[in-house]
């Protein structure tokens, strides 16, 4: 997915109030546009033994333009394991059919998201305290969902 940002500045306005950069004195404008980037791997296993002891293990790792680069790869894990006390033979509590204890330690986390959206603004500042003429900015960006790897 890519990202696009155009900006526009200008000083010495024409018009007092009219907040119109064609109508500046000194104009200034650019624009830049990123490519966005990710990849994901996960693995996820679960085991069961004798229908009382449970066993899973999850890994992940995610790989993105998002992170910047320094941090391109973030990895995730996630242990858990039951015990279902119930199976037992010695296990006798009326009126309960199952009771399970649970445990589970891990990581969390994900990259960030941008949905698609457009951002305007408008904004004005005066220049200087002996200057009468103001200076303002124009922005509009553009960035489309990132999800999924791009080509």
Same mark, same amino acid.
């Given at each position: 997915?890519?990202?696009?940002?155009?900006?526009? /500045?200008?000083?010495?306005?024409?018009?007092?109030?009219?907040?119109?950069?064609? !109508?500046?004195?000194?104009?200034? $404008? /650019?624009?830049?546009?990123?490519?966005? +980037?990710?990849?994901?791997?996960?693995? *996820?296993? $679960?085991? *069961?033994?004798? *229908?009382?002891?449970? !066993? %899973?293990?999850? #890994?992940?790792? *995610? #790989?993105?333009?998002?992170? #910047?680069? /320094?941090?391109?790869? &973030?990895?995730?894990?996630?242990?858990?394991?039951?015990? +279902?006390?119930?199976?037992?033979?010695?296990?006798?509590?009326? &009126?309960?059919?199952?009771?399970?204890?649970?445990?589970?330690?891990? %990581?969390?986390?994900?990259?960030?998201?941008?949905?698609?959206?457009?951002?305007?603004?408008?904004?004005? =500042?005066?220049?200087?305290?002996?200057?009468?003429?103001?200076?303002?900015?124009?922005?509009?960006? %553009?960035?489309?969902?990132?999800?999924? !790897?791009? =080509?």
């Amino acid at each position: 997915d890519n990202v696009r940002e155009s900006i526009a /500045e200008g000083s010495g306005f024409f018009v007092g109030g009219v907040p119109r950069i064609d !109508l500046t004195a000194n104009r200034n $404008a /650019e624009s830049s546009e990123e490519e966005i +980037r990710s990849v994901g791997y996960l693995w *996820d296993t $679960a085991l *069961d033994y004798d *229908d009382k002891y449970i !066993l %899973t293990v999850l #890994g992940r790792r *995610d #790989g993105s333009s998002l992170f #910047g680069p /320094e941090n391109r790869w &973030h990895s995730y894990y996630r242990v858990a394991g039951a015990w +279902r006390l119930a199976e037992e033979p010695w296990f006798n509590i009326p &009126h309960v059919d199952e009771f399970k204890l649970r445990f589970a330690q891990g %990581t969390a986390g994900g990259r960030p998201q941008f949905d698609t959206s457009t951002r305007r603004g408008w904004s004005r =500042r005066a220049a200087s305290r002996r200057a009468p003429s103001e200076t303002g900015t124009c922005v509009r960006s %553009t960035r489309p969902s990132a999800r999924g !790897l791009s =080509r």
